[in-house]
C-alpha cells in the first residue's frame, strides 16, 4: 500500500473534503484527488461517496480511516521526535470538555498546560453531548460518567458528589410543608430529595420555583435565596466554609467521576501523554477538596 496516497486519504477524511483539506495543508485539490483514486483502485473499493456538494466516507472509508489515522499520527510524532533529537511532547491537541468543568476549571488548567508546553496547539471546546472522538477529530474528551465504550480507553482523575444546600435565608420545611427548589430540567418536578446526614437518612420534600440551565446558574440562584439546590460539593464549598449556604446533607446516589477519554491505541501520543500527567499533577488524589482549593486558587 502507498503510504503517502494512505496519508493524503486521511488528510481528506480529517477535513471532510478534497477542498478544505487542500487548503489545509498548502497541496492542489487535483493531486488529492488523484492519490486518493489511485488507493481506491490500488483496493478495489470505494472509499468516499461523492455528491455534488458533499463527500461522505463509505463503510470501508470509515474502517480505513479509524485503524490508519492514529497509527500515521504517531509515525508523524515519532518522525518530528527523532528529527529533533529529543521527546518534546509538540503539535495540535484538541479537548472536548463538559459545560461545568469549562466553567470552572478549565480555562486554568488550558493556560497552566499552555505554559509548560509552549510547542502544542492546544484547543479546547466545551460540548456536553457525547462526541465522536474519530469522526471529530479529538485527541482527548472529558466526561462525566461516560457510558462503557469499547474504543475508547482512559482514567477517572477527579471524583465528586452532590449535595443539598440552601441560603441561611431559605427555612427548612416542616411536616407536610415543601421547600422551594432550583432545579436543572423540567419544572414539574415536584417530590422528595433523599439525603444522608449525621443523623441517619431523610426525605426532602421540594416544590421547584426556579429551573436554570447550568450548575454554576444554579449555584448563584441558590446563593441569592431562591431556594435549596442539588449541587457537587466542590463548587459550594467556599460558600459552606463562609457560612454563605448551608448543608441540609448529602444526595444518596453514585458519586461523581471525571474521566479523560482517548482512542484505544498501543502507542499513546506524547501530546495526550502530557495533558493526562498535567491532570494527575494538579489533582494528584482526585478528591472533592482538591478540585474545591484548585477553584478558591483561582
Known amino acids: 500500500m502507498d503510504l503517502l496516497a494512505l496519508a493524503d486519504f486521511n488528510l481528506v477524511a480529517r477535513h471532510g473534503g478534497f477542498g478544505r483539506a487542500a487548503r489545509a495543508a498548502g497541496r492542489p485539490k487535483a493531486t488529492l484527488s488523484r492519490r486518493v483514486a489511485e488507493l481506491e483502485a490500488s483496493l478495489d473499493v470505494r472509499l468516499f461517496e461523492r455528491g455534488a456538494r458533499m463527500l461522505k466516507l463509505t463503510e470501508e472509508g470509515r474502517t480505513l480511516h479509524q485503524r490508519t489515522g492514529a497509527l500515521l499520527t504517531e509515525i508523524n510524532e515519532t518522525a518530528a521526535a527523532i528529527a529533533s533529537g ?23 488548567i488550558a493556560a497552566g498546560f499552555a505554559a509548560r508546553f509552549p510547542e502544542i496547539r492546544l484547543e479546547v ?94 449555584r448563584d440562584a441558590v446563593r441569592a435565596g431562591a431556594g435549596v439546590g442539588r449541587l457537587p460539593v466542590s463548587l459550594v464549598s467556599h460558600d459552606l466554609a463562609a457560612g454563605t449556604l448551608v448543608h441540609w446533607g448529602d444526595i444518596d446516589g453514585p458519586e461523581i467521576a471525571l474521566w479523560a477519554l482517548y482512542p484505544s491505541r498501543r502507542l499513546l501520543s506524547a501530546r495526550v501523554s502530557a495533558f493526562l500527567d498535567y491532570l494527575k499533577s494538579a489533582f494528584p488524589t482526585g478528591e472533592p477538596d482538591e478540585l474545591a482549593a484548585f477553584l478558591a486558587d483561582k
Open 86 to 108: 529529543g521527546h518534546t511532547p509538540r503539535g495540535r491537541l484538541r479537548i472536548s470538555a463538559p459545560l461545568l468543568f469549562s466553567q470552572i476549571a478549565m480555562g486554568k
Open 125 to 218: 471546546t466545551t460540548e456536553d453531548r457525547p462526541v465522536d472522538m474519530i469522526e471529530e477529530g479529538y485527541d482527548l474528551v472529558i466526561r462525566v460518567n461516560p457510558a462503557p465504550d469499547q474504543s475508547l480507553v482512559g482514567r477517572a482523575f477527579l471524583r465528586d458528589r452532590l449535595v443539598v444546600v440552601a441560603s441561611p435565608s431559605v427555612a427548612r420545611p416542616t411536616e407536610g410543608m415543601a421547600a422551594p427548589a432550583v432545579v436543572r430540567g423540567s419544572l414539574d418536578q415536584a417530590g422528595d430529595w433523599k439525603v444522608k446526614t449525621p443523623d441517619g437518612e431523610l426525605r426532602i420534600a421540594v416544590e421547584p420555583v426556579l429551573s436554570v440551565s447550568s450548575m454554576v446558574m444554579n
